[in-house]
């Protein structure tokens, strides 16, 4: 029997689609685009069917993006992202939770197609089996959302023969089975949830309570447009901003090989900081690179930001501001390391009088000593004008971030000169002023390289714990061993150095027994400072190493095939060949140029001089 619905007449969500699903068996429904208003009807509805409900939306990937499962998901998490599904009116935030719900039990599936696989699916159709085990099937103009069923005028055509089901039936089964239909993304079914349970915070210090990293950058623009962060991009932001927020600050140079992402890691540690705490953060880069790190913050981070371009400010917006180096319009600013290098006294010394959330300098390894050179490890530096300002500024610094991807462009001793300037007002880093670590960096590198060993004899054990003592590591670094020794010492948080007279009474105690085994077991080459406070990751370690919490590897393979590489693939460039020959018989025979035999002429004179004789009569 057929049945008509109009919207001028009843509530279709009501009057036909919540009565029609009530203790309905299951429910196949070939839907409009997919968006997140196609959830907000469905799942109120669906949740009193007693079996499944299947939709089969359309998308606007392409189909070639269904090539592999990554280009799908980038496609679909794009899609879901750019409909601001966050944006979901709050009293619907509940409904959201139980939708979530029926989309992890696999009792609500989704699949969605390409919407040029068969141009728009602009059909809507869908069976309902009902409670009884009958089944009706309907046709219609309506879609699946809150305004299609609720507020627009749309019209419904009702239809339980058998005929009109198994048509509406085949062509639901037509699109469900389809090779190019992809289930819904785990990025989207989790981003549900999270909206769900979503909280907008107006007051930071309400976030300062209970500070969470992935709350401040869920909504950014490297998760809702690009592709989130990688693993251990995670890993080094919440290092940084755990530390930061302890009494001594975050102090670590960050030296991952290129393209690995160091400048979005820095920047996101930048802006958390800058949440956390009330002073500047202040960005040294190179001349280079000081637009692209406002541009990445921009685009990446929705990241207000400064840069000083010798004379005025510029904001993320090119709204200039005629105000001096030390009167940034933001809270972040960035500016050349030409500045310093070049020596501008008068910029340094208003930088220098400022006090600092955090400090962040890309590329350096330019700040170095001049005395480099074989046997001159043990020498007092004698620093160039960056690295001599670093010192400074690192005595103004809550924390302090370097970066490079070259901490030893020749000789050891360049990182250590870069553990120097992070150490400063900082015993975490290298220890206090007597530490070892501090007076002796030929010893220190040499027991850390493997080119000399130390003594593990008891008459060496107070030798042996003047590397350990002073800097004592911090609990985190291993909470059985240091953190018991530190619980067992009572030592402060922000402590690092055990006075040599409590080494001493501590020989023949059980602390005494653990430093020995701690000794024994490689602590210089395990835990020492260089290792604590420069985090370096290759490609090749993270694509070659499972992450133990998912069985993945920290970073995913990108297969590379390269062309051309093998004889039979090369290009034979026959007009090349004797466009060269052409160029040197003219060179070396017309009149009025330089003579010079066709080896001397440089690779501009002879595109110059090629490109001229296009121009003249042939001879």
């Not at 939708?99 to 040029?116: A, D, R, T």
């Not at 069976?127 to 019209?155: C, H, P, Q």
């Not at 080094?236 to 992402?261: E, I, P, T, W």
């Not at 027994?513 to 020492?528: A, V």
Request: charged fraction near 30%; proline fraction near 4%.
């Amino acid at each position: 029997m057929i049945k008509r619905y109009s919207s001028r007449e009843v509530r279709l969500d009501k009057q036909f689609l919540h009565d029609k699903l009530h203790n309905a068996r299951s429910y196949d429904r070939i839907a409009g685009y997919f968006s997140s208003s196609v959830l907000e009807v469905a799942g109120e509805a669906i949740d009193s069917i007693s079996g499944k409900a299947r939709l089969v939306c359309n998308s606007q990937i392409e189909k070639e993006d269904c090539e592999t499962a990554t280009a799908v998901s980038s496609a679909l998490r794009r899609e879901w992202c750019e409909n601001e599904p966050e944006k979901v009116c709050a009293s619907l935030l509940p409904r959201w939770k139980r939708l979530y719900e029926l989309l992890k039990s696999g009792k609500l599936e989704i699949k969605v197609l390409p919407n040029n696989v068969f141009g728009l699916v602009h059909g809507k159709a869908g069976i309902i089996t009902l409670s009884d085990g009958s089944k009706t099937s309907f046709m219609g103009s309506v879609n699946e959302t809150l305004s299609a069923w609720r507020w627009n005028y749309e019209m419904i055509w009702e239809d339980n023969s058998i005929e009109a089901i198994e048509w509406v039936q085949r062509e639901f089964d037509y699109f469900w089975q389809h090779p190019l239909a992809i289930p819904l993304p785990d990025f989207v079914i989790k981003d549900i949830a999270r909206i769900s349970e979503r909280e907008v915070i107006d007051d930071i210090a309400r976030w300062k309570e209970r500070p969470e990293v992935a709350q401040t950058v869920v909504e950014s623009p490297v998760y809702r447009e690009e592709m989130g962060l990688w693993e251990h991009q995670k890993y080094f932001v919440d290092m940084l901003f755990r530390n930061h927020r302890k009494s001594y600050g975050a102090r670590f140079l960050l030296a991952d090989q290129v393209g690995l992402g160091k400048t979005i890691q820095l920047a996101l540690s930048a802006q958390l900081m800058a949440l956390w705490g009330s002073k500047p953060i202040l960005i040294i880069v190179p001349k280079t690179l000081i637009w692209q790190w406002q541009e990445e913050m921009r685009d990446f981070l929705d990241m207000p930001s400064a840069v000083y371009n010798g004379k005025e400010w510029v904001d993320e917006n090119g709204v200039r501001y005629p105000f001096g180096i030390s009167k940034c319009p933001r809270r972040v600013g960035i500016l050349s390391q030409g500045m310093i290098v070049h020596g501008r006294e008068e910029y340094c010394e208003e930088l220098l009088s400022l006090q600092y959330e955090c400090v962040v300098v890309d590329e350096a390894h330019r700040a170095r000593r001049k005395n480099l050179g074989d046997d001159k490890e043990n020498r007092k530096p004698e620093p160039n004008n960056l690295y001599d300002f670093l010192l400074k500024i690192s005595l103004r610094t809550h924390s302090m971030l370097l970066a490079t991807a070259t901490p030893v462009q020749m000789y050891p001793i360049e990182a250590w000169d870069l553990l120097n300037i992070l150490s400063q007002k900082n015993d975490s880093v290298l220890g206090s002023d007597l530490s070892k670590w501090r007076k002796e960096p030929k010893k220190a590198l040499d027991l850390v390289m493997g080119r000399t060993h130390s003594d593990n004899s008891s008459a060496d054990w107070f030798e042996q714990c003047e590397w350990l003592r002073n800097p004592f590591p911090a609990s985190e670094e291993d909470e059985m061993t240091f953190g018991g020794i530190r619980r067992r010492l009572r030592m402060k948080e922000d402590e690092f150095i055990i006075k040599p007279e409590r080494i001493k009474s501590m020989q023949n105690s059980p602390e005494g027994r653990k430093i020995s085994r701690i000794l024994e077991s490689g602590f210089i080459q395990n835990h020492n400072p260089f290792l604590r406070h420069i985090v370096r990751r290759t490609r090749d370690f993270l694509e070659n190493n499972n992450n133990p919490e998912t069985g993945e590897p920290y970073l995913k393979k990108i297969e590379v095939v390269l062309m051309g590489e093998k004889d039979g693939e090369a290009i034979q460039l026959v007009f090349m060949r004797a466009a060269i020959s052409r160029v040197s018989f003219l060179m070396e025979n017309t009149t009025g140029i330089p003579k010079k035999t066709s080896s001397e002429w440089s690779g501009q004179e002879r595109f110059g001089f090629l490109w001229a004789q296009t121009r003249l009569p042939r001879d």
